[in-house]
């Protein structure tokens, strides 16, 4: 019975091994696609910035005062 119960808890200390492997590993893939997901959204964010800076310009060209209002 002994060696029924020892191989069981080798069994779930084999198990755990691999689940803590499983974690750290899962663990290490969020950390790196946190870091992306947080340069691609300083990306995004420069990106937006850079289109309404044209769009303002685009407008300011369009909308210059006729000659004698100047």
């Known amino acids: 019975m002994e060696t029924t119960a020892d191989s069981r808890l ?3 200390e084999s198990a755990l091994a691999h689940i803590e492997h499983q974690h750290e590993q899962l663990n290490k893939v969020v950390v790196e ?3 992306v997901l947080a340069r691609l959204q300083k990306e995004i964010a420069r990106a937006s910035e850079a289109m309404e800076n044209q769009e303002m310009e685009r407008i300011r060209a369009n ?3 006729p000659p004698h209002y100047q």
Request: hydrophobic share 20%; proline share 0%; net charge positive.
């Open 33 to 35: 696609q946190a870091r």
């Open 63 to 65: 909308n210059q005062k």
């Open 10 to 12: 080798q069994k779930l």
